[in-house]
């Protein structure tokens, strides 16, 4: 089992920078992401990052703009939003996966999750 606890969301303005940190405890992950939801939208993928190695992902919508990064002393991920945009705006959520898979993008990719952060953006 894997617990992860996001904290860090908040209301900013556009333009303004947020970050993210999850806590992650329980079994070993081999992948952690971030994923976001708007309301009446599905899951979608934000960035990825392995513990070993650090190898990041990103998805085209934040590539630039925001970095994930881990602290493996801490069994912290953090994710630095800069340049916000109002379209920015949704509940992220951790994600862990404990297991070695392909894929990085899709929900069905992680098994654990944490309780969500709500990021509100304003314009």
């Known amino acids: 089992q894997v617990q992860l606890v996001e904290s860090g969301g908040g209301l900013v303005q556009a333009g303004g920078s947020l970050r993210l940190s999850c806590a992650a405890s329980g079994r070993t992950s081999i992948v952690m992401g971030w994923f976001r939801q708007a309301p009446g939208k599905e899951r979608e993928f934000v960035s990825a990052i392995r513990w070993s190695g650090g190898f990041t992902y990103y998805s085209d919508s934040v590539k630039g703009r925001f970095t994930i990064s881990r602290d493996n002393t801490k069994n912290l991920v953090y994710l630095q939003m800069n340049s916000l945009k109002p379209e920015d705006t949704a509940v992220y959520y951790c994600?862990?996966?404990?297991?070695?898979?392909?894929?990085?993008?899709?929900?069905?990719?992680?098994?654990?999750w944490g309780q969500g952060t709500q990021v509100t953006v304003s314009s």
């Open positions: 994600a862990a996966r404990t297991t070695a898979r392909i894929g990085i993008v899709t929900a069905e990719d992680y098994g654990y």
